[in-house]
């Protein structure tokens, strides 16, 4: 039985410039940022930065991989509270996610409060996600 409190596994999910670059094609977001290091820089980024759309979807991932069905998920959002900057390497960057049951609701749902983190700081806020449980 899920409760609150309860923690799902953690995961950590490595961003590289190729995962950029296969991310941009999927979703036509081929904004320079994500892709071109002097473009990020002219606009005051600290180098290529991961899509947050794609963040996100890590996160969600975290979510759906806990799920015995993943099309439980009912609803999910989050604010970009922060950039992921991809260095221009073959190592990338580690996002780590993590995610607790916040609050277990009387018509068969819980909420997931969802962390995802990279170098040691939060780059998601108010990451939620509503799913059914399973009965």
Do not use: C
């Amino acid at each position: 039985m899920t409760a609150v409190g309860d923690e799902l596994p953690a995961l950590t999910q490595r961003i590289t410039r190729a995962d950029l670059v296969r991310y941009a094609g999927a979703s036509l977001d081929f904004n320079p940022i994500h892709w071109n290091e002097r473009t990020a820089l002219e606009v005051g980024l600290p180098d290529v930065i991961a899509h947050g759309m794609l963040t996100m979807a890590y996160a969600g991932k975290l979510v759906t991989n806990w799920l015995a069905d993943p099309s439980a998920l009912r609803e999910y959002s989050v604010r970009f509270t922060r950039p992921v900057p991809v260095p221009d390497d073959d190592q990338g960057v580690e996002l780590e996610l993590s995610g607790k049951v916040g609050e277990v609701r009387d018509d068969g749902t819980a909420r997931i409060d969802i962390t995802a983190r990279f170098a040691g700081k939060t780059v998601l806020g108010k990451a939620v996600a509503v799913v059914r449980l399973a009965s």
